[in-house]
């Protein structure tokens, strides 16, 4: 398959050896009183991917692709959450403090949950991570390998921490990557914005992005 208006040019995949990655796509960003707003940030941003995510997560389950979900999430004893993190900036709440959700970014609260519109099917990949990037102290790369993957659609939030940090990662690792430009948001338009360009400036550093209404139509034919 091929993604012919892809950016920087076009992107080549196969179905088999593909994975739609979904990053952090749970109440303590998407919602009121979790770690994002706890943050300072407004989180009815986030809040408008969410229909673009479900069509592309809908249509990909379609075809039978493999998904992988990821969630920040730390121990209840904050053995995985170093105190640079825990005590970085100025939030209203820690990592660990109790919210209007439960504790916030800890693994099992309320707060922690994948919101209920893209919760995962019995089956598909469910990688908790302590850190922003997806494959840092995670099975995912071993997963992945074992699986056959070669290439990454990526979705969800936020594009410049988790997002962008995860197709970093990958990208060390081998694998092509592309981020829906319109399934992935920032707090910050004008970072979402600069992080788009980064990635795929260079020739696609990083890797590429594409609308995901040029993703649909392929799935659709398959
Ligand atoms: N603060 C912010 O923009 N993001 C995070 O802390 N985590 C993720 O991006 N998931």
């Given at each position: 398959m091929q993604l012919n208006q892809a950016q920087p040019f076009p992107y080549n995949f196969e179905l088999k050896s593909t994975a739609l990655v979904i990053i952090d796509?749970?109440?303590?960003?998407?919602?009121?009183?979790?770690f994002g707003e706890t943050l300072g940030n407004d989180v009815s941003l986030l809040q408008a991917i969410v229909p673009a995510c479900q069509a592309v997560l809908e249509a990909w389950r379609g075809v039978g692709g493999l998904v992988v979900h990821t969630r920040e999430a730390h121990r209840a004893d904050l053995a995985d959450c170093p105190p640079a993190k825990r005590n970085?900036?100025?939030?209203?709440l820690r990592i660990g403090d109790m919210g209007a959700m439960g504790?916030?970014?800890?693994?099992?609260?309320?707060?922690?949950?994948?919101?209920a519109a893209l919760a995962p099917l019995p089956g598909e990949i469910v990688i908790d991570k302590?850190?922003?990037?997806?494959?840092?102290?995670?099975?995912l790369h071993e997963l992945l390998q074992q699986e056959g993957i070669t290439h990454l659609l990526f979705m969800g939030v936020t594009t410049e921490v988790c997002v962008q940090t995860s197709m970093r990662e990958a990208n060390d690792r081998g694998y092509d990557s592309l981020l829906l430009e319109d399934c992935t948001e920032s707090y910050f338009p004008a970072f979402k914005a600069a992080a788009l360009e980064m990635m795929r400036a260079q020739g696609a550093i990083v890797g590429w992005t594409a609308a995901s209404g040029q993703l649909l139509p392929l799935l659709q034919d398959c």
């Open positions: 796509m749970q109440r303590d960003f998407i919602e009121p009183g979790g970085r900036g100025n939030p209203s504790r916030i970014l800890i693994a099992g609260e309320p707060g922690n949950q994948f919101i302590p850190g922003k990037g997806a494959f840092y102290a995670t099975p």
